[in-house]
């Protein structure tokens, strides 16, 4: 059982950056012959989950952004220490929201449509943006 640390997040001006951090433990490094792809959720008040970034441990395709975040937020992994950052620059009130880790087996290409009961999930940080 994958469990995922989530730290950062906090409240922002817009224009502001924010840095998040997600560590896997308990991943057995013996399995990195398997694709591990981890990354960001969000949820905003009223709002529908939305895939926010993406990227693999072991090497592969990506990283995969959604539209809104392209070109504003980078996504990065420290395969020693098992954990993922999600850089956040040029934030704007649209971007306030629970932002959860998500891990899995398996492709990141799958993000958009995959059954969120298969993920791992990390317990979320609020990240709010003030204008």
């Known amino acids: 059982q994958v469990e995922l640390v989530e730290s950062g997040g906090g409240s922002v001006q817009a224009g502001g950056s924010q840095r998040l951090s997600c560590t896997a433990s308990?991943?057995?490094?013996?399995?990195?012959?398997?694709?591990?792809?981890m990354g960001w959720y969000r949820r905003a008040p009223g709002k529908e989950r939305e895939g926010v970034a993406f990227?693999?441990?072991?090497?592969?395709?990506?990283?995969y952004y959604a539209d809104s975040v392209k070109g504003r937020f980078t996504i990065s992994q420290d395969d020693v220490d098992n954990t993922v950052f999600l850089e956040m620059n040029s934030l704007n009130p649209e971007d306030t929201a629970m932002y959860y880790c998500?891990?899995?087996?398996?492709?990141?290409?799958?993000?958009?449509?995959?059954?969120?009961?298969?993920?791992?999930w990390g317990q979320g940080t609020q990240v709010t943006v003030s204008s």
């Open positions: 998500a891990a899995w087996w398996g492709s990141c290409s799958s993000w958009r449509t995959r059954d969120p009961e298969l993920n791992y």
């Open positions: 308990r991943w057995k490094s013996s399995s990195r012959n398997i694709n591990f792809c």
């Open positions: 990227s693999y441990f072991s090497e592969g395709s990506g990283p």
